[in-house]
């Protein structure tokens, strides 16, 4: 089976980068919907559109046998009151956990279900935290340094992203 992928890499964003990784950006103007205060999003947006997060993912042809390994970096920064967030998204059918790892940082994963009971736990530089199936799972920087964590599920999921943002963690 010359497909599947065998390798090992620098435990960072910069060693996935050097290893080929593909890099997703999301920017300010791509998240608006996701704050409070749209006033405060548009005055920063006048000036500039910042990069709120990036998420480092090896480019290897998935089988739903596989393990999807991204590393996340969300910088520091506010929008209004609100801290810089990750969209968030239940791993939908079949509802499937995952293991975050915080590499630098400070920050914590909010949780929901469908039926809105809401969790928050740490994500931060040496702890691991774990979403079993069922909760959605966003992750928000509380501090002054970017957040940077690993994060590992099957390569089956199917992110579900609207779901989320109708319950928007609230
Ligand atoms: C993470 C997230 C990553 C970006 O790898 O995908 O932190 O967050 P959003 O996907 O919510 O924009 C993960 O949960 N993967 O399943
Ligand atoms: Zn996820």
Redesign the pocket.
Known sequence: HAHEPIFAIPFSPAGYEKYGAHVTR?RLSQLRHLYGDPVAVDQILAREDPVV?E?YEMPYPYRETDL?I?I?VLYPGRVGGEPYM????F?AEPDTA?AVIGLEGDGEMLLQRRDGELRKVPVSEGTISYAGGGWA???VNTGSRPLVFF?V?GAN?V?DYETAERLNFS
Request: net charge positive; charged share 20%; aromatic share 6%.
């Open positions: 999301r997060y998420v999807l991204n996340t990750t969209k968030g998204h791993h995952e799972h966003r992750v994060a599920s999921i992110h």
